[in-house]
């Protein structure tokens, strides 16, 4: 399996309160996404990098920062968490930007009353 | 933008027959790649299988293979001999350069 370790597993914070998660990989790969999960709604892109202090925006990037400081780290952060931010995060890593397939994470949830 | 459209939001089938979840897409590119991701129970995002769309032969791996016609923008996934395992949601994915657009996924449930 692709080495990518996403922290927390789970958190349950409450509304207003800012949060961070993490994506930590092991691949040295240079493209890192964030998706959010949603029933009805598949997974939808956040935000991206393709490479340290290199980052564009998804589809759903409202509400949403990241950065990249080395190759191997990508945060999310939410500024002012709100319940409409209540998914399951995940994170996912490729090696370029050609035909190999993204490999994810095993998913943050994150429940924000 | 590209679109993934999955129609069959869920399926069930009995455990050793074949099962063939859709996908269609929409795109006026004509180099991507098509991709179908299994997520079990666990929330795991698992790659099933993988097709190049300049490929005209049909992807496989094991049981899994792919019905892929480019002119209708269709790329079906078929189980064959379905398994107990194979229970979960599945995703399929379209992927232009460096982004990958996702259906909205079929819940498949094999039947002991």
């Known amino acids: 399996d692709a080495g990518i370790t996403q922290s927390p597993r789970h958190k349950v914070t409450e509304t207003g309160t800012p949060v961070t998660l993490r994506c930590h990989q092991t691949e040295n790969h240079r493209y890192m996404y964030w998706y959010r999960q949603d029933p009805g709604h598949g997974l939808r892109l956040i935000h991206y990098?393709?490479?340290?202090?290199?980052?564009d925006k998804g589809e759903v990037s409202d509400g949403y920062s990241v950065s990249r400081s080395k190759t191997e780290d990508f945060l999310l952060t939410l500024e002012s968490a709100t319940s409409s931010q209540t998914s399951v995060y995940f994170c996912?890593?490729?090696?370029?930007?050609?035909?190999?397939?993204?490999?994810f994470g095993d998913g943050t949830r994150l429940s924000i009353l | 933008a590209q679109t993934v459209t999955q129609s069959q939001p869920e399926m069930s089938v009995q455990e050793a027959e074949t099962v063939t979840l859709s996908c269609t897409y929409d795109t006026s590119e004509n180099n991507y790649y098509l991709f179908w991701y299994k997520q079990p129970p666990s929330r795991q995002m698992i790659l099933v299988i993988r097709?190049?769309?300049?490929?005209?032969q049909n992807a496989t791996e094991n049981r899994f293979s792919v019905n892929f016609q480019k002119a209708a923008k269709s790329f079906s996934l078929k189980i064959s001999d379905s398994q107990l395992g194979d229970t979960a949601m599945y995703f399929c994915a379209f992927r232009l350069y460096e982004k990958l657009t996702f259906g909205t996924g079929t819940r498949l449930t094999i039947i002991p």
């Open positions: 097709q190049e769309a300049y490929k005209q």
């Open positions: 996912a890593i490729s090696p370029d930007s050609s035909n190999q397939p993204q490999h």
């Open positions: 990098s393709y490479g340290v202090k290199d980052t």
